[in-house]
């Protein structure tokens, strides 16, 4: 079945810089790749994806980049906020299988320093 | 998106007994719901795939007679863990996708269960 890893699991910076959140996966028929804000508590907040036809896709401040090759994708943050911190998770899903059994990765739990 | 509810939120139970946990997807026919287990400061553990209509499909290491998943109606899917115990104490979210032809998960609030 699927594996996702992802680094670091832990992350501190200072707020105005950016943030990279890398995830690799197994399963070379995953074809979908969410991202998830988690804050204590709470359910996960989907906040980029990424099918695998695309190579990045950016939506304000965050982008997601997918190298399929590679089976590597990563979380950009640009100009990060102390609303920021929170702990994100990657995943990898396959369609059509499974009825899109999502797979996540460990999480990294995002701090930005003021 | 679908709006998918659960209950209760939270719930404390004594060791031994049973709790059930609902979850409802509001307004989208869900013929596959996810449940999964998340323990504080662990990322979501997928524990079964539950279909309308027949059994749920347990992974690997889930006890199917631990976590009794009911998928009764393609609004409602239940789970209860019965004679529960406080290595249970979790996070227990329930998702639904828009139809396996999309991707896109959502997920119910989450259920804190605290075994004593």
């Known amino acids: 079945g699927e594996n996702v890893e992802q680094h670091p699991s832990t992350l501190s910076v200072q707020e105005g810089d950016s943030a990279v959140i890398k995830c690799t996966y197994s399963d070379s028929a995953s074809n979908y790749f969410p991202w998830y804000k988690q804050e204590l508590g709470k359910r996960p907040q989907l906040i980029i994806d990424i099918r695998s036809n695309v190579g990045e896709k950016k939506d304000q401040r965050i982008a997601v980049t997918l190298n399929k090759t590679a089976k590597h994708f990563s979380l950009h943050i640009t100009e990060t906020q102390p609303e920021d911190s929170a702990v994100y998770f990657c995943?990898?899903?396959?369609?059509?299988?499974?009825?899109?059994?999502?797979?996540f990765g460990s999480g990294t739990r995002l701090s930005i320093r003021p | 998106g679908a709006v998918v509810s659960q209950h209760p939120s939270r719930v404390i139970c004594k060791s031994g007994t049973s709790v059930k946990i609902e979850c409802r997807s509001l307004?989208?026919?869900?013929?596959?719901m996810f449940w999964y287990r998340q323990f504080p400061k662990k990322s979501l553990m997928l524990m079964a795939t539950?279909?309308?209509?027949?059994?749920?499909?347990?992974e690997q290491g889930v006890e199917k007679d631990k976590f009794l998943i009911n998928h009764a109606s393609l609004t409602l899917s239940t789970l209860t863990v019965t004679s529960a115990h406080p290595e249970d104490s979790s996070f227990y979210i329930c998702?639904?996708?828009?139809?396996?032809?999309?991707?896109?998960?959502?997920f119910g609030p989450g259920t804190r269960l605290t075994v004593l």
């Open positions: 998702s639904t996708g828009a139809g396996i032809a999309y991707n896109e998960q959502f």
């Open positions: 307004d989208f026919q869900a013929t596959t």
């Open positions: 539950s279909n309308e209509g027949s059994k749920a499909t347990y």
């Open positions: 995943a990898a899903t396959a369609p059509y299988s499974s009825a899109s059994k999502i797979i």
